[in-house]
């Protein structure tokens, strides 16, 4: 990600930044310019490097892009004998036997709706939590409100979705007691509302970190001429620290968008059950219950196939929207 | 995140934009207010509105304080109040009836225990591991001399978007022989590529050049750099990445849910699962008879909040220590300085 930071937005920086070094470097009376010198004299000189990222490149490679090479199980029969690559070459069978499947647009709509309710209300929540938070002036009570918000954020899936149990449970539950007509979480109509809510209930106050440090960096002499100007404390939020955190707005939701079909397996995983499955399926425990469960390992290879590329698309589309709306990128 | 430092600079010109143009407001503002300094129109109706916004800004953070602590408060207090009164909706505030029943039953469990132990060496192992990985690499991805340090960048980065998916990595596992192996919980996930560009990016910003260039002519070399000069440098990012890692393995669910089959292996998270969510609840049959149902049912519900807090606890204890580097450790990763 940030290598293409460094390409597309701060052209700049790195400018001024590899200047600084020349300069300090020739103050020192070093001529070599390591940054031009050729990949086999950085190896000598910097082994020591090369060595030192080893261990993580191999990590990488092996449990990233050997999977990666696996994928083309996609296309192909599985042949237990045979291995990954051994199986016969069936081409797109696989995606269309999902395509055609009677469970595809329930799974489709169900993954979608579930993921963007979480993506708006995840996006705007934190940033709404945080101007809040940048109003208070003492420094204490801003300490306690920040510690509270950011304690859910620990607590296991296991543990959350067991406490929605607990709350939601129509004869013992506060929140279940409040509708006598319904069991909330075996009612398919509840399900995404149930995951939205508790979703921003847990990360709400830990995502509104970043949108705080950038606050922090406010200049206050904005705030002073804006005061001259007149301006109330609600036309201080909007015009001053509003455009600060915007840049940090837009990157986060580009980043989020690359998640719109990746719901979190382990939640809806863990808060499935019969009655509510027909609005909780989603492409990820489909995955796993046909997959893993059903050993139909090309089928489940093919959806997860299937579910990564679209999530790549609109990670490059936000990505590229953004880079021409507002010249912020992350690669 | 590093790059929403970057995009702070790209944003940097219409900011600058916005400061000129308010500087040059604020000059002629304060030209006006030298004029009339005693305006009094303006100032009252300020001071009326900003009082009413401060008043809704408070209730709102209060209620999202409340919203947010009650839940936890409440589980607290349940798993040793009289279970049931809390059944009954009579337990609010405050424990009432203290009991630690469900406590006892709880540890009183072998489970428990043996998934404490499973988690507690996964976590401990996993995040040495974790650490040893990741930060050297950061390291060396954080030195400008490293040729080919952004076609490596890269290859990490992509990994972030791209991946194998489940059953790739399960095939894969299977032929490592990491199905039902402890190891899964180690090595797979040795290094997350977010915190490997966080700590690139403290390395960067924070280890000022001159260290190197003073080591460099104490004859040192990079590693000794690294581990003599840096890293006693780098607390902050040691106890964030520490902290990320250690929490990521302490819930863990997943692994166990997918690579393990062998019970004694569970971990707490996947114990839990078992206790919490599971049709078969602990009291049952350990409770003798002529207990009722709905009171053997009653002290189920005690023993799940019991379990919640038990599971917990270790976190809730490093909190306080780890906290002050929640904002350092997120604004490393997003905003220099």
């Known amino acids: 990600m940030s290598t293409a930071t460094e390409q597309t937005v701060s052209p700049v920086a790195n400018h001024a930044r590899s200047g600084n070094k020349v300069k300090a470097k020739t103050g020192k009376g070093s001529s070599v310019d390591n940054n031009k010198m050729n990949f086999k004299t950085s190896m000598r000189r910097n082994w020591v490097l090369y060595l030192m990222l080893l261990p993580a490149a191999a990590f990488i490679v092996l449990f990233a892009y050997v999977p990666m090479y696996g994928l083309q199980l996609a296309f192909r029969d599985y042949d237990p004998l045979k291995g990954i690559t051994g199986g016969k070459f069936v081409g797109f069978k696989y995606f269309q036997q999902f395509f055609d499947s009677p469970q595809f647009w329930d799974i489709m709509r169900n993954t979608v709706f579930i993921s963007l309710g979480t993506l708006i209300l995840g996006f705007f929540a934190p940033i709404i939590l945080a101007l809040l938070i940048n109003q208070i002036s003492s420094a204490k009570t801003k300490g306690f409100v920040q510690t509270i918000t950011y304690m859910p954020h620990f607590i296991s899936t296991v543990v959350i979705v067991s406490m929605i149990n607990v709350f939601l449970d129509p004869n013992t539950g506060m929140i279940g007691k409040l509708f006598p007509n319904t069991i909330l979480m075996e009612n398919p109509n509840a399900f995404a509302p149930i995951y939205w809510i508790s979703e921003v209930w847990q990360h709400c106050g830990w995502n509104c970190i970043i949108y705080l440090a950038a606050l922090s960096a406010v200049d206050t002499s904005l705030y002073e001429a804006a005061k001259m100007d007149g301006a109330g404390r609600l036309q201080l939020i909007r015009h001053v620290d509003l455009p600060t955190i915007m840049p940090t707005c837009v990157v986060l939701l580009i980043m989020n968008m690359g998640s719109v079909l990746a719901v979190g397996f382990e939640k809806v995983w863990l808060m499935q059950n019969a009655l509510n499955m027909p609005s909780s399926e989603v492409i990820a425990t489909f995955t796993f219950r046909t997959g893993i469960q059903g050993f139909q390992f090309s089928y489940g290879a093919a959806i997860g196939l299937f579910n990564t590329i679209i999530n790549f698309i609109f990670v490059v589309s936000a990505n590229y929207i953004s880079k021409r709306v507002s010249n912020t990128s992350i690669f | ?337």
Request: hydrophobic letters at 50%; a neutral charge.
């Open chain 2, 1 to 337: 995140m590093a790059n929403i430092t970057d995009a702070k600079l790209s944003g940097h010109s219409s900011l600058d934009d916005a400061d000129d143009s308010h500087n040059a407001i604020s000059i002629e503002a304060k030209k006006r207010a030298a004029e009339i300094p005693w305006n009094p129109k303006m100032h009252q109706q300020r001071g009326v509105s900003d009082w009413v916004v401060d008043i809704i800004i408070w209730v709102v953070l209060a209620l999202v304080v409340i919203a947010v602590l009650y839940p936890m408060w409440f589980v607290v207090i349940a798993s040793f109040s009289n279970p049931r009164l809390v059944a009954t909706g009579q337990v609010t505030l405050w424990p009432r009836d203290i009991t630690f029943a469900g406590y006892e039953q709880v540890f009183a469990d072998d489970r428990i225990w043996r998934g404490y132990l499973n988690t507690i060496i996964y976590s401990v192992v996993g995040t040495a591991v974790n650490m040893i990985v990741t930060l050297p690499a950061a390291f060396a991805l954080s030195r400008r001399d490293l040729r080919g340090r952004r076609p490596i960048m890269f290859l990490f980065t992509f990994t972030m978007y791209f991946g194998g998916g489940l059953i790739p990595n399960y095939l894969l596992f299977q032929q490592l022989h990491l199905i039902d192996n402890w190891l899964v919980y180690i090595l797979p996930g040795a290094v997350s590529v977010w915190n490997l560009i966080i700590a690139r990016s403290f390395f960067e910003t924070s280890i000022p050049e001159e260290l190197h260039d003073a080591a460099q002519i104490d004859g040192m070399g990079y590693f000794g750099y690294f581990m003599k000069i840096v890293l006693p440098l780098s607390s902050a990012i040691i106890a964030v990445l520490g902290l990320y890692y250690f929490v990521g393995h302490w819930n863990d669910y997943f692994t166990g849910l997918i690579y393990i089959n062998n019970e004694n292996k569970y971990p707490l998270q996947n114990v839990l699962q078992s206790i919490l969510l599971g049709a078969q609840t602990a009291a049952t049959g350990t409770t003798g008879s002529g207990v009722s149902a709905v009171a053997q049912q009653q002290l189920a519900d005690q023993i799940k909040y019991g379990v919640m807090i038990v599971s917990t606890a270790p976190l809730i204890v490093l909190y306080p220590f780890l906290q002050k580097y929640f904002n350092k450790g997120v604004m490393i990763g997003a905003v220099k300085g």
